[in-house]
């Protein structure tokens, strides 16, 4: 119950441990074009150029920086926490000439800035942001900022690492044009892959480009030769077979549950959470209108030793809950509630776990009336 | 038995399997301690810089390249076969001068070459070349390139993606300065990671760069905080867990059976393997003192339809063979003899597998007679 990986089913982890055949077998590319359907139904788009670029979610918001911005290009990177930090980074690393925008942590992106800042210069022609905030479990509206975006001209570039099967996300009605997600969050397969899809206006800019991308490995002119239409695939690199097995099968997962009855799980016990985290006295760092269910940020009750709980909480009770990142370090938790991991049982063991062991360090605190009030939300 | 991803045997599939844990868990830290310890067993180095990349091989040459080269930096790239001109690509991308010295496909880097090519210009600072390449089978003198390297100052880059685990290979002894290699090849684990081992001097000269790398998912400098020393460690992208799992047991059945007897097993039937093919009247395209034992490439006998073969390996006999790359398309096969797949069963299923399928389109040859040639190099 971290901020990721989350828990992987046994039907995930018995795919991935099928025997490996060749990138380039029948069977597999059958199963690609599976993966690539799939995740357009995650994605809820129709872009031809949806797939799992074959590294961790990092290497997901590199793919779209490397490809999308050439030297010079002038990008707005909206910075609420952690990973917006990264994207201008990235950005900067690709060649972009970047104005960051930044944010209190805990807050959203205020779309009023963001049109503010494009009016203030017409020359930017990228705006990139998080959806859903990892380090502060915060959700900012990607629908409005990627309006604006296409406004003024603008690609959008949109971090999805733990929105993506959480909660509510339209790539297609929002018009994001480039967007990257992670598989070890809601999807709750293995860490080690980023699904990305490009809007078709993103892919005649990578198609334009004037130069090569620094990387060859990321370079989706190159890569979407092997993820392309038909059979004959050009090969690139290995794609990472066992890894793609899981991916499958977790997508499979979600569309058998199906993408809204997955955000309502995600609502429903996020709800419970909270009120058993109530009950406790802890409290949530994230106003109520913009938190993510799937990542609850809580401050570290006053006088409670940060590290000693995590501890007690793993070797004893068997349970990750998550650090405070940057800013957050030391005065929060942060609290996991993904994909598989999203679920009744893991409600009740984190309070009566957390209350246990808070109550022993002095928090005057009661596990069972916390379970009591996680439970009246269910009826 | 293609040029890989080779069988990767039932224990490493059940490691890779397991439950997922946290990328910062202590268990798993001391799991990343073991990799490290058996990787530098499997590259004969004691590199403190010795890690699994979190991607496949391909992003394992990217990685070199982008840490060493800074524009403008002048590059050997020693090109006989597709990933040596792989090389010259990633590293132009990395912004390096490349002078490219081309060799004909099946023959290895003349190392007299490489010489007259660094004095005729001292500014050249990197020497980078194939040590087993894939497309053509062939091996290049390593030892004596990297002691040329070090004669003139350069650093060496070693591409050892299909040789680490299948023939002699000594970091530290033949003085190279940074090495990448794939997970999918002889060490016969699932593709997706690529091993890395740098010399102090590639590392001081990592640390001592004047711009940061065009990547931010490759920066060792970055990397070397999540993969370094001590139990601290800090958050860098998301760790591929499950996949490390099974690198950590690929690893251990190498170090189980030993280095050595590793590249004797390679060697053995590699042997047979050659004899039965010989009885066949299929030749062998590269120079026995220069043969890669595990990638055997062979001339398409004349009126074999390619395609057609290789579809009735698979189809009937659930046997894959590689076709040929680049220039050798539509030519050649490669055999693979990698790792678990390395096999006296491996060799006779091949041998009376394509000898009936060629005797079948036409070609005279008797698939009993080559197995009994190949058994006879047992003896």
Chains 1, 2 share one sequence.
């Not at 060749?22 to 788009?45: C, N, R, W």
């Not at 980074?89 to 503010?116: C, H, I, N, Q």
């Not at 809204?260 to 016990?269: I, L």
């Amino acid at each position: 119950m971290g901020p990721g990986p989350s828990d992987v089913s046994e039907r995930v982890l018995k795919a991935l441990s099928q025997q490996t055949v060749g990138h380039l077998d029948p069977s597999f590319v059958t199963l690609m074009d599976e993966i690539k359907s799939l995740l357009q139904y995650a994605f809820q788009t129709k872009n031809e150029l949806t797939i799992p670029v074959s590294a961790p979610g990092s290497a997901g918001m590199e793919t779209c920086f490397m490809n999308l911005v050439e030297p010079g290009d002038k990008a707005l990177v909206c910075i609420n926490g952690v990973f917006g930090g990264r994207m201008k980074e990235v950005a900067s690393r690709a060649g972009a000439k970047v104005t960051a925008l930044e944010f209190e942590w805990g807050e959203a992106v205020d779309p009023a800035k963001v049109e503010a800042a494009l009016k203030a210069d017409p020359d930017i022609s990228i705006v990139a942001f998080v959806h859903a905030e990892t380090s502060t479990g915060v959700r900012s509206d990607a629908k409005a900022i990627c309006a604006l975006a296409q406004q003024h001209n603008c690609l959008s570039i949109v971090d999805a690492v733990t929105s993506l099967g959480g909660i509510d996300l339209n790539v297609d009605e929002w018009g994001i044009d480039a967007i990257y997600s992670g598989t070890q969050k809601c999807l709750s397969c293995t860490p080690g892959l980023a699904p990305v899809s490009f809007s078709q206006k993103a892919v005649d800019r990578i198609k334009a480009r004037s130069g090569k991308s620094d990387s060859w490995f990321l370079d989706l002119n190159l890569v979407m030769g092997y993820w392309g239409e038909g059979v004959k695939r050009a090969y690139h690199h290995t794609a990472p077979v066992n890894s793609l097995y899981a991916l499958h099968e977790a997508l499979l997962i979600l569309h058998e549950e199906g993408l809204e009855n997955a955000w309502q799980r995600h609502s429903q016990h996020h709800n419970a959470l909270v009120a058993g985290l109530d009950s406790l006295g802890i409290k949530m760092l994230v106003d109520a209108d913009i938190r993510l269910p799937e990542l609850n940020t809580v401050a570290i009750p006053e006088g409670i030793d940060d590290a000693a709980v995590r501890s007690a909480l793993l070797q004893r009770f068997d349970l990750e809950i998550g650090a405070g990142l940057g800013k957050f370090a030391g005065n929060a938790w942060r609290i996991g509630l993904m994909g598989n991991g999203c679920n009744k049982q893991n409600v009740m063991h984190c309070l009566s776990a957390l209350g246990t062991v808070l109550a022993e360090q002095g928090h005057d605190c009661d596990p069972a009336a916390a379970t009591t009030a996680a439970e009246a939300t269910y009826a």
